[in-house]
C-alpha cells in the first residue's frame, strides 16, 4: 500500500512558476514508477508526466514538454513536479500517481494522491 499527499497547488498568474510535491508513505517507494496527471473542469483526466523509479527516464506530453519538470528523491520518498511558464490552460487539479509501469495510461497506476488544485489567471 502506498498513500500519496500533494501539496503546492495554488493561484499564479500567466507566465509564472509553481513547484508540486507528492508525499509517499510507506518504504517501497522506490519501486514505483511516478507520473502527474490533471483534470481541468469539465475535462477528462489526462496525462502530464511520468518518471522511471531511478529517476533516470521520463516523459512528458506534448502539451507540457519544456515547461515542466518531474523529478524524485527517493530517500525523502518524495516526487516533485516544477512547473515553469505556466499558461490559463495549466488551470487544473493535479494528481500523483504511483504505478508498477511506466506509462501515460489511468489504469497502469494503482495509487492516487487527492489532488491539489492549480489555478493560473491571465
Known amino acids: 500500500q502506498v498513500q500519496l499527499v500533494e501539496s503546492g497547488g495554488g493561484l499564479v498568474q500567466a507566465g509564472g512558476s509553481l513547484r508540486l510535491s507528492c508525499a509517499a508513505s510507506?518504504?517501497?517507494?522506490?519501486?514505483?514508477?511516478m507520473a502527474w496527471f490533471r483534470q481541468a473542469p469539465g475535462k477528462e483526466r489526462e496525462f502530464v508526466t511520468s518518471?522511471?523509479?531511478?529517476?533516470?527516464?521520463?516523459y512528458y506530453a506534448d502539451s507540457v514538454k519544456g515547461r515542466f519538470t518531474i523529478s524524485r528523491d527517493n530517500a525523502k520518498n518524495t516526487v516533485y513536479l516544477q512547473m515553469n511558464s505556466l499558461k490559463p490552460e495549466d488551470t487544473a487539479v493535479y494528481y500523483c500517481a504511483a504505478g508498477r509501469n511506466f506509462g501515460s495510461l489511468e489504469r497502469e497506476y494503482d495509487y492516487w494522491g487527492q489532488g491539489t488544485q492549480v489555478t493560473v489567471s491571465s
Open positions: 510507506g518504504r517501497t517507494f522506490s519501486s514505483y514508477r
Open positions: 518518471i522511471s523509479r531511478s529517476g533516470g527516464m521520463t
